[in-house]
């Protein structure tokens, strides 16, 4: 008898698997209208059951591959979507760029607005001050001097060095480093004020600060590179007058091997130097703490432990609060809590009308395409699902916002037919109040860079259409691009005024550069890919909208990305109302803790009575993010052990038992060093006032030194900051720290090999050997005849001999083309060189212009005419050109007459 294969389902833990079962076997009757309402869907298990039965998991492949094209580590890059789903996204665009077109032909959208359109708002209240903050919270404070102690114990030599610097090394993200540069220029002002000389040396005053050298993005380009060997020479060169205080913010951030920050941080050189101090920063340092990490675990410091109490609003209390209130009516958008839109989930799910419309495009849109989708496809028509559902939910609260009614501006969308939820219309109705200018932000976390600026173009499109131009603003954040603060110059240059207004009273110079400076601006802000982690938002933040994050499965999302996302959210408590977080039903499920009763097992065992089955029971402690991996498994992995998960937030202990991943710099590791330190806090927390006061601190134990080093050091000038941020380009073949040291490396000069040199428009290419025989076998000293159709040397023959040369070359000798060339300079023609000049002519001066503007003095080559108004900064006699020794820049010495015959260089 032939051996029957099986497919393994998920046990079913409930009456509730069971009635899921029986909805997704059994048909729905359309007909009488109305949702269908699912049971509580309890872990991942119960998602997997719902998606086997209505075809989202390929059931002829027990290995189907599962990814979910949204979940993106912080170093990798976003999946592609599949030219399928690329054909079906296209369409779904095409159709809503007409529907948008359909709504602008419309009599009546046009009528209703005329009526019912307030005008803009054209006074705002001037602030000078914006809503910065100045000084140090008690918090802060001692958490600095805690770190401070540890500096002592473990390195107590820093008293005995003069100077003292510091550095801060931040992800490759434009917006983080504009930030932090922003931040320690204010901070060192601030300190400034008490302690003239506290790093004066970089910051003198605020129009020569040269924070931006101090400040390193870990992008590989050719400033942050001068920038990382400038400072690598200086901790050598310097190891006994110097202390260098480093601070690497964001550290779990691609932690990967042979990139920027481990040739720096983990070169023998830099960990063995006595006068550097490197202090780790991490909201989710989880990948730091393994057992490779080289930072000792007495030098590590976790802001709060279970049994602190704060004010700070974070992560679990939005758990917490959303608890407390069993009875959230989510539309009513209570602040501090997490939401689920369960109409938008509705409006999506399988055997929705939408879902059965987007299936038959996809069938249309790829007539000739096998019909055998994977997992990984039908994560992305879910992907593309959500984005539309949404980008249909915004359309529609926008129109409900404009008073326009449902009647009228339904016909124009088709055979879309989703209802808008009541999330979407009270959020849109509440976030920009027309009087006033003022609002509130929304946050939309959209994964693609298409995908944002395709959503960006959409409300821009319908504000312009329900003529909101100068309601609500849309920003779009690129991520690697654009910070989304250029559009204030562009797009969205109406809000410009109000937040010159608002943050510097009115100056009409004043740009922002810095979210926190949209501080009550009615606003749209789309965050792409990755997003900005470290970044502040404004505590006008109202909603954070992640309905387009964490649909189809958790498998492959870690702890430390949920915490990051949701970190964006967290703060402490003011004046404004804490975020509300829109999410999928899936993460909504895992962020909850929670016990329930797993199905019974039967045992078969060996008693001494004989054989024996046993039915036991096992409670599985589900326990929110904490039971998620806690970051990705090529930076850390639990080994042959079994993993090992806290029981709270702020346990780090059992992470200390994971082995580091191949590809982090940790890997294989098995030495620690005492100078190095790591500050874990939450997102939002204060982290970085706190190490801005820890080197305040180091600073006064230093006796306050007034220079940062025993030399000046030179400005590292910053031509332009890379746009294009990728840390993970060429890694591997990033070259190793040793070889930028004094002197070369031999080893590494042998591996070396050459290149071949790249052709001259002028003198030919020496890959060719005809050329190479030209120059030397024929010994030839000019140009290939080749070079000469295309050279601007032939511009200088006479016109007559230059054709010839060209059409003719075997009227004159080989040896004589080169002659011509070289000997017929008789004219220059063009209208912007110096004329011929003959022995016979001379100078002659306008003496009136001269005596009024030029101290004219005779030589023996002629006359050097000086300007008066520059005269005394440049000169010290008027008898003789005598420079003045204390210039720092010479005058330019301009001939009124060329060299030789034709004032060009004689070349």
Known sequence: MDSIQTRDLPTFDSDDDEEILKICNSSINEDKGGAVKLPTLDSDEDVEILQICNGFVDENNDNAEDIDPHDIDDGDEEVETSAACQNLDQYMRTLIEQTIASLSRDEMVHKLLDEKSPGPPTEFEKNGAGIKKKGVFDKQSEIATQLLQKIHTS?????????FDFYIFVPRFIGLGRQTIDRLKEFIEEKQEQCPSFLQGIQQDISESRVEDHVIRTIKCKNENSKVENLKQRVLNEKSETLFFIVHDEAHFAPKKHNMVDMFINDPAILQSPNVVLLQVSATPYCLVTKNSRIPEENCINWFTKEDSSNYFGIQDFVDNTLKLKEVIADQLQEGTIVVDEAFEVNIQVGSNFEKFLKLQYKNCNKNKTENKGRSEKNQLLRVARLHGLIM????????????????????????????????ERMIQDFAEPKNGEGKMILLRVMGKKEGQFFAKVLRKMRKLLKMDNMFSVVLDLDDEKTGMEDFLNEEINFLKRLQSWNDGGNPRFRPSTYKELHKLPLILIVCEKGKMGITYPPSLRWYDLRLRYYSSLSGVTRGAIEQDFGRACRYPSTEMLPTIFVSRLVNKRLFPRKRMKAKKTKFSYAAAGQRYDETSEVDDSNGVCKLDPDYSHHMHRGKTKKEFPSNNSDLNPYRSWTSGKE???????????????LVGRPQIGKTGAFLHLAFLLWKELQRPKNTGPRSTEPIEIIEWDEVENDDMDERKSPNIEQLLKYPQVQHLKSLTLTKPKASPRYGDPNDKNVQKWYLEDGRTYPFPDCLKTSSLLKRIEPGARLNAIKNPEICPKDDIGARVSTRFENVYSDFCA???????????????????????????????????????K????????????IKLPPIIIPTSGRASSALLDL
């Open 155 to 163: 390195s107590p030599q820093i008293k005995d060095f003069k100077f």
């Open 393 to 424: 939910q915004y359309m529609k609260g926008l129109l409900k916002k404009a008073n326009i009614p449902s009647h009228i501006y339904d016909k124009h969308f088709q055979s879309r037919t989703e209802e808008l939820t009541g999330i979407t």
């Open 875 to 886: 000169w010290q006699m008027t008898q003789t050109p005598t420079l003045d020794p204390k």
């Open 835 to 873: 004329k011929k000049l003959t022995h016979n002519q001379s100078l002659i001066l306008d003496m009136n212009m001269c005596q009024a503007n030029y101290t004219g003095t005779k030589m023996n080559w002629g006359y050097l005419l000086r300007n008066r108004k520059s005269f005394q900064g």
């Open 664 to 678: 982090h710099w940790d890997y294989a590791n098995n030495e620690i060093h005492a100078n190095r330190y790591l």
